[in-house]
């Protein structure tokens, strides 16, 4: 019995996991066998034979595959040091790599369109999504994007609508990060995130952000005309960052479907009673509160106001959020890894094809030899069948890998 499906005549995208606690929507089955068919999830118990492919799970776990809505980190492959920039095709190869042994198997790559020079320009956006289209072929983790787009920049409105229409954008954000020049604080935060990406004169930091204020009023029109072609084209809008009822209230009514980060428990509260799901980052809960003065993630879930988790800037931490949830006793496990997969995948519009193991579902699978939240345990990522990363290696071919005996105790 191989432990991992390799190119023959049923195809690699084809194959049994026999002996395997598999996470269903029901929750967690008893030792089982699932079948994959030309990428898909085929039947759950008495597999059928799928071509000769047969992989012994040894009492090991199957999980959804992680849905990232909201993941930048790539940002620092391209840009690790301000003034630095490297090679695309390097750059994203890396953040692929890091994904799939992250257990990531869709990406949103959220791109910021942005009023700075350098790594978040318009300039920048258009590199990139030429170099991902280019790549997203040769991708282990399957690719989409999201425009985080900056109000006040105005520039070149008809592109980006075009972009919308033209299929090439996933994913739309409306941001303002613009900080107002009489509240010091949100200045100094804003300059402190500036310097990290991009080498500006210190005497030209005011001036630069004094002129992009006049563009507020016309941002605020284009954005409209931004949602309004969101929901012609089909294309998922997100509210980003809402501090105050009447941020909401506008959100409501441009007709967003996930607000990102609201900054309070009355936003978040007031976005899900608008219909909206609340999006809010893993690296928060994983390091214990906002590094921006947010509201923290664990006091929203025990409040039951998050309803999607998302990389943000950190991919280890989605993938360690739902045990952290599990471990806090906010969320059975079985319930928190919905907010990394089925919740995900619903809020983007792909919840018909993703985030569940059940049949019919794209076979993008998670492969865990322990349930201690550690990536070390996710021995194979499978994305649409095919297994696009393992622990194992070459011993994958040769026959079982031992594990410790407490790996196969019945999950929580």
């Known amino acids: 019995m191989s432990r991992f499906p390799v190119p023959g005549p049923a ?12 996470l269903t929507p029901e929750g967690w089955s008893a030792p089982t066998s ?12 008495a597999a059928p034979q799928v071509g000769e492919h047969r992989i012994d799970g040894q009492g090991g776990y199957l999980l959804p595959g992680i849905i990232d809505l909201h993941g930048d980190a790539f940002e620092r492959h391209i840009t690790p040091r301000a003034g630095t920039q490297f090679p695309l095709e390097l750059a994203l190869a890396a953040n692929d790599a890091s994904l799939v042994a992250n257990g990531i198997t869709t990406f949103f790559y959220s791109i910021t369109d942005g009023f700075e020079p350098g790594p978040r320009s318009r300039e920048t956006v258009r590199g990139l999504l030429e170099a991902l289209e280019r790549l997203m072929p040769r991708f282990a983790c399957q690719a989409r994007v999201h425009i985080r787009h900056e109000k006040v920049n105005t520039d070149d409105h008809d592109e980006l609508l075009g972009w919308l229409a ?6 739309l954000s409306l941001n303002d990060h613009l900080p107002p020049m009489d509240d010091a604080r949100k200045v100094q935060r804003y300059l402190a995130g500036l310097k990290r990406r991009v080498s500006m004169p210190d005497g030209e930091v005011e001036g630069f952000l004094q002129r992009l204020q006049a563009n507020r009023a016309l941002g605020e029109r284009q954005s409209a005309e931004l949602a309004a072609a969101a929901h012609r084209h089909g294309v998922a809008l997100a509210s980003h960052d809402d501090e105050t009822l009447e941020d909401v209230s506008r959100a409501r009514d441009l007709g967003v479907s996930i607000a990102e980060f609201p900054m309070c428990e009355h936003t978040a509260r007031a976005s899900q009673q608008a219909g909206a799901a609340v999006l809010m980052g893993a690296p928060n809960l994983v390091r214990g509160g906002s590094h921006v003065g947010a509201i923290g993630v664990r006091e929203a879930i025990e409040q039951g106001l998050v309803d999607v988790l ?8 989605l993938y360690r959020a739902a045990f952290t949830v599990a471990e806090l006793d906010l969320l059975p496990l079985a319930q928190a890894w919905k907010l990394v997969s089925e919740n995900p995948a619903r809020a983007a519009g792909l919840g018909e094809r993703k985030g569940r193991i059940a049949p019919g579902y794209d076979a993008d699978l998670l492969w865990l030899s322990e349930l201690d939240g550690s990536p070390l345990s996710l021995q194979t990522t499978w994305v649409g069948g095919v297994a696009v990363y393992s622990r194992q290696g070459n011993e994958l071919q040769t026959g079982a890998v031992a594990r410790p005996a407490a790996a196969a105790a019945q999950p929580a």
């Open 166 to 171: 033209s299929g090439r954008v996933q994913l």
């Open 310 to 317: 998302c990389s943000d800037y950190h991919y280890p931490s």
């Open 11 to 22: 195809g690699r995208n084809s194959f049994v996991v026999e002996n395997i606690h598999a």
């Open 34 to 45: 699932v079948a994959v068919a030309d990428g898909r999830i085929q039947a759950i118990g």
